[in-house]
Structure formats: structure tokens, C-alpha cells
């Protein structure tokens, strides 16, 4: 019997893995994929273990701490930039920073956020210098006016954003005076009234919002204005023409009534009145 001579052909399976280990991304996965995979594995088994664990986190503290005590990375000073001395005051009372300190223990953000919450600051920029100092830049709100309250007088600046508060009025006399419901969101129009009544600013006690509509001037030593609630502005410029003209305002008034473009009024004191008609007539009577 003659004996079975082997097909020399390699079987179907072994004809697949060949062409499979013909595909270069294949050979590439086998030669580098899989030995990286094992070492990743070795190396994540070797860092989980608590004994290596313990080393690397005592290293790392060794670094931070070497770094934190590097001259370099120390703040030794605060240098406020841009705020008036009180404001510069309160800054260094709220960041109550514990100095020499290490830059890596500053939290800027922090720090910057705790300013921005001063009334008195409208933004803020905060940066560590290699001088070792930190600086800190302050656009500080400048108040335009005085906003009386119920019970207080509050510095506002243009936008009336409240910037802080005053024990009275006469501590900020350089200011004009508002007051009034919404008084504080009308504080361009009232400069531009308080610069139309300049003739007479050395009278001028305050503009009062009435109504949520409109204004009142208020002059010394007892005379309201009543100005009109669409163009305001017109009414007083005329106004000061007649005080240009025949001192209008120098008279013994009570009272301008500007509400009606058309018929301006004016009250005068019954003194004022009785020295116009040139007798004395009773106080309910002296009206114009």
C-alpha cells in the first residue's frame, strides 16, 4: 500500500493568519502596540501600589515646598495702584494678606473677585511681578453726585452706581444734590439741568425727581423751579435768559412754574407781592 503524501498547500486557516500578517496595520499592532500595552499595564500596576503612591506624593511636596521657599516666587510687598487712599485702605483691610508669602499659595482670582465687591471699584486687574512684588490695578468709580435716601446721603457715580455714602451733605459740597424716586437713573439728564442753571449755581440746593416724570430745582433761599417733563432743558434755558435779562430769580419768589411752555408763572412772597403793589395784603393772598 502506498503510503499518503501530505498537500504541500498550507490549510485555509493558516492562509488566512499569513494574509492577516501581511497587513501593515496588523504588524505594527503586534511588534509596538501589545508590548506597550503590557508596559502600561506593568507601570499602572507599579504606581497604584500605596508604598509608590506614598514616595511620589512625598517627592511632589519636596518640589512644592522648594519652590514655594525660592526668593523668586516670594511676595514681599502690595503695591495698590489707582485707588484714592481710603479705597487703598479698605483693599489692604479686606485681602489682609500675611506677607513674605509664596506666589504658589496666592489665589489672584480670588483676590480679585473680593476688591471687585468695593462699591467704590468699577474693575480691577491683579498680577504677581518678579520683583516680588503684587500689584494691584483699581479703576476706581468717581461719584458726580449725592443721592439722598430716606435716611442717608449716597455718593453715585454717572451710570448711579452707588460708590459709597457720606454722614451729611455738606461733607461732599462740591457735588449737586438729587433726590427723588429714580433720581439715580436720570443722573445725565441732571447734570446737563445743573449746567444750564449755572447763572445761579452759588443758589442751587438740588434738582428732585418728582413723579418718576420730572424735575424740580430747588434754590436758596426758598424758590422751586418746576420744570416740565418733555424738554426740561429748553425751559430752564429760557429761564436763565429772563434771569440774564431782568434778574428774574433775584426776586422775592416763592415758586416758578415752567410746567406749561406756553404760560410760564411765577409766585411771589407775599412780601415780594405787597412790595409790587406797593400795600400790605395777607399771606393766602400773594400769588401771581
Known amino acids: ?25 496588523i504588524r505594527r499592532t503586534v511588534r509596538t502596540g501589545l ?25 511632589v511636596a519636596a518640589v512644592s515646598t522648594a519652590l514655594a521657599a525660592h526668593p523668586d516666587l516670594t511676595v514681599t510687598a502690595l503695591d495698590i495702584q489707582g485707588a484714592s487712599a481710603p479705597l487703598a ?13 509664596s506666589a504658589l499659595d496666592l489665589d489672584l482670582t480670588g483676590l480679585r473677585a473680593a476688591i471687585a465687591l468695593l462699591e467704590p471699584v468699577a474693575d480691577v486687574e491683579a498680577r504677581y511681578g518678579t520683583d516680588g512684588r503684587l500689584t494691584v ?4 468709580r468717581v461719584p458726580v453726585a449725592i443721592l439722598k435716601g430716606p435716611d442717608r446721603f449716597d455718593l453715585i ?14 461733607a461732599r459740597p462740591d457735588l ?17 439741568l445743573l449746567a444750564l442753571a449755572a447763572p445761579v449755581k452759588r443758589r442751587i440746593r438740588g434738582l428732585v425727581r418728582v413723579g418718576t416724570r420730572r424735575w424740580n430745582l430747588v434754590l436758596a433761599p426758598d424758590l422751586t423751579v418746576l420744570l416740565p417733563e418733555n424738554a426740561p432743558e429748553a425751559a430752564l434755558r429760557r429761564l436763565m435768559a429772563l434771569q440774564a435779562a431782568k434778574a428774574l430769580l433775584d426776586r422775592d419768589l416763592v415758586a416758578g412754574e415752567l410746567r406749561d411752555p ?14 409790587v403793589l406797593g400795600t400790605d395784603i395777607p399771606p393766602e393772598e400773594g400769588a401771581l
Open 89 to 101: 485702605a479698605e483693599i489692604e483691610r479686606r485681602l489682609a494678606l500675611d506677607l513674605p508669602q
Open 35 to 59: 508590548p506597550l500595552l503590557a508596559l502600561a499595564a506593568l507601570l499602572g500596576a507599579t504606581i497604584a501600589h500605596p508604598r509608590v503612591q506614598a514616595e511620589v506624593d512625598a517627592a
Open 157 to 170: 457715580d454717572p451710570g448711579g452706581v452707588r460708590t459709597g455714602t457720606i454722614p451729611h451733605r455738606l
Open 137 to 140: 490695578v483699581v479703576k476706581e
Open 262 to 275: 406756553a404760560r410760564p408763572v411765577v409766585r411771589l412772597s407775599p412780601g415780594g407781592l405787597a412790595a
Open 1 to 25: 500500500m502506498l503510503p499518503v503524501r501530505r498537500d504541500p498547500a498550507p490549510s485555509r486557516i493558516k492562509y488566512r493568519l499569513e494574509r492577516l500578517w501581511l497587513t501593515p496595520l
Open 176 to 192: 449737586p444734590l438729587l433726590a427723588g424716586v429714580d433720581a439715580g437713573l436720570h443722573v445725565a439728564e441732571a447734570k446737563r
